[in-house]
């Protein structure tokens, strides 16, 4: 790509598709793909009505050009190599597609060993629809720095002991950092989960300028 | 406008690049309504088919107004007293 800088984890790209009679349509997708890595990956959930990500998920061929601009962003972003994080412990919710920039970030700070403790709090719809299922469970598995929480909202497997309910108030209590530990939020998915997160955390005594939201609308993606 | 389409000024640095060559989601906006000072990519992002509107995040007050129109950018910053933006970062 042209004039592609590295990007930060956590940043988002802007994909434009022109159709035949010039028709522009114009979405934001989050880079789920650490700096490191050679591509560039994006991780695009199918909308019915979607406009765009239908023929990104259908229709894309390998080959095909898209039109592409970034990376963007410097508000929602973590670097394992910035001084000034040393020992905040990330705790990072996401509701649905809005795994897609924290897992940008969980796998950065795997790359680069960076071992400050790290929270994940994923709510899904179901266990099939948990995105990055494996990925997650084995580098939580072979970290013990990084916790993975799961909530299925809508169906459970048989046997799930983990929570089934949306993200609410207790749950929060009961798996985020206190505040005296000094921790770093990042939350991401649908508007309103993230403004409830962020209400949720801001009442349970996290600085504001500590909590970084990224709103992806009504749908999320 | 539903609550639910708002998004993160962050989602307008894209936009914001057509027009300032700097990373404008780290420029810090004073809201002439209220005096807060936040980060552009703090602000509440709303999106329509002509353009984008930055509101403060405390008190509503529209900052950054930004639309395209027959090849023209049009931008109304009246609702912001201050803007700072790092030079050194592109």
């Known amino acids: 790509m042209p004039n592609w800088t590295t990007h930060l984890a956590g940043q988002h790209v802007d994909v434009r598709l022109t159709s035949e009679d010039g028709y522009q349509a114009q979405r934001s997708y989050s880079i789920g793909s650490p700096p490191e890595d050679t591509y560039l990956m994006l991780t695009v959930e199918r909308l019915e009505d979607g406009e765009v990500s239908p023929y990104l998920v259908d229709e894309l061929r390998a080959g095909d050009q898209i039109e592409l601009r970034g990376p963007i962003g410097g508000y929602f972003v973590w670097d394992a190599r910035d001084g000034k994080n040393d020992g905040s412990p990330l705790f990072l919710v996401a509701a649905g597609s809005g795994i897609v920039p924290l897992m940008a970030m969980i796998r950065h700070r795997a790359n680069w060993e960076n071992r400050v403790p790290a929270k994940l709090l994923y709510s899904s719809r179901s266990y099939e629809d948990v995105i990055y299922r494996e990925e997650l469970h084995q580098m939580s598995a072979n970290d013990s720095s990084l916790r993975v929480i799961h909530t299925l909202t809508r169906q459970q497997p048989p046997n799930w002991i983990g929570y089934r309910r949306r993200i609410d108030r207790a749950m929060l209590v009961d798996t985020a950092w206190r505040q005296a530990e000094k921790p770093l939020a990042f939350t991401c998915g649908p508007t309103a989960v993230v403004e409830k997160v962020a209400t949720e955390l801001l009442e349970l005594g996290y600085e504001p300028q500590r909590i970084k939201t990224e709103r992806f609308g009504p749908t999320g993606g | ?90």
Do not use: K, W
């Open chain 2, 1 to 90: 406008m539903d609550n639910n389409l708002r998004l993160d000024g962050n989602a307008a640095g894209g936009l914001l690049n057509e027009v300032f060559p700097f990373e404008m989601t780290t420029a810090e906006a004073t809201c002439g309504g209220c005096g807060n000072m936040r980060l552009i990519g703090e602000l509440m992002l709303y999106q329509h088919g002509m353009g984008a509107v930055l509101r403060c995040v405390d008190c509503d007050t529209a900052l950054i107004r930004i639309t395209q129109i027959r090849g023209c950018y049009r931008l109304d910053l009246s609702g912001m007293s201050c803007l700072l933006i790092a030079a050194d970062i592109h």
